[in-house]
């Protein structure tokens, strides 16, 4: 939420996400928190804040601590493993690119050993990074190279590269949460173990129906509840969807201010929030 960074609303942003939504844990700094717009201090700040706010009250506080540059990186890992963090998670720098497996492994390693007691997660969002390499092959010896790794924010389309990953994770040491909402249930039928994505700040209630639909081998009430979430995201996009229509989303949804996004991303129209408003609140929801 901003301001500059507006940390007063924190604390009823957690407490909105566990009473309404039923969501009990958090990604921080990551793109729809627009983590890479912010200054280290302010993403200091704000890991700091979501975890004394979530204390006991949220299961799990991941951060992104991923940046373009190497210390800079290092520095944010090191800050979240010292305030408590569950887990850190990066992406990969996307300017200097890393263009094979083992340059991308030694940039993540790199920034995982200075939170040796932390669990590692890689953010794989290529349509942002640009860096394609796939996550099947980047699994290949990884645990040796970076003890701590946990797992992979998988927010790629790419359902084949995420099924071949699945298929590698027989003993089951790995954890794969996707990242492209309206297509979870997919994801979720190849093996994804769970979601981390924007919607579910604001439709988190309803995805989590979906998932128990699925856990309760219900698959067509889950396929309703991906429906509906897809027939929201579809209007939305065709009317140009982003992050700073999600805040605006969030904020009439939640009644939190989230305040504009940061240039060069522009607040959303009053035309757009009209329109999304409007089209949220005609879909029947199954439990309606």
């Not at 929201?232 to 009439?252: E, P």
């Not at 009209?274 to 929801?285: E, T």
Request: glycine share 6%.
């Amino acid at each position: 939420p901003f301001r500059q960074v507006n940390l007063l609303v924190i604390r009823q942003y957690v407490d909105y996400l566990v009473s309404k939504q039923n969501v009990k844990n958090i990604f921080v700094n990551g793109t729809t928190g627009e983590g890479l717009a912010l200054s280290v201090q302010e993403r200091k700040q704000l890991a700091e804040e979501w975890v004394h706010q979530g204390k006991d009250k949220l299961d799990h506080v991941i951060i992104h601590v991923g940046a373009l540059s190497l210390p800079e990186s290092q520095e944010l890992a090191r800050h979240a493993a010292a305030i408590g963090a569950s887990g850190i998670a990066v992406i990969a720098p996307f300017f200097f690119k890393p263009t094979n497996k083992d340059e991308l492994i030694a940039f993540l390693r790199e920034v995982a050993a200075e939170a040796p007691a932390v669990p590692f997660y890689y953010y794989h969002i290529p349509p942002l990074t640009g860096v394609k390499i796939r996550v099947e092959e980047l699994l290949d010896g990884i645990k040796e190279q970076i003890p701590t790794f946990q797992g992979v924010k998988f927010s790629d389309t790419d359902l084949l590269d995420l099924a071949q990953c699945i298929n590698k994770n027989s003993r089951e040491e790995f954890v794969f949460l996707y990242g492209v909402d309206e297509q979870l249930l997919s994801a979720l039928a190849i093996g994804a173990d769970g979601a981390v994505g924007s919607t579910y700040n604001y439709l988190g209630q309803k995805n989590n129906m979906m998932l128990e639909a699925f856990a309760q081998h219900d698959l067509s009430l889950a396929r309703k509840y991906q429906f509906l979430t897809g027939e929201f995201l579809n209007f939305v996009i065709k009317l140009g969807f982003g992050v700073a229509q999600t805040k605006a989303v969030m904020t009439f949804v939640s009644g939190i201010p989230m305040g504009p996004p940061r240039f060069p991303l522009v607040k959303a129209s009053e035309e757009f929030i009209a329109k999304a408003k409007a089209k949220l609140n005609s879909i029947v929801w199954p439990t309606d």
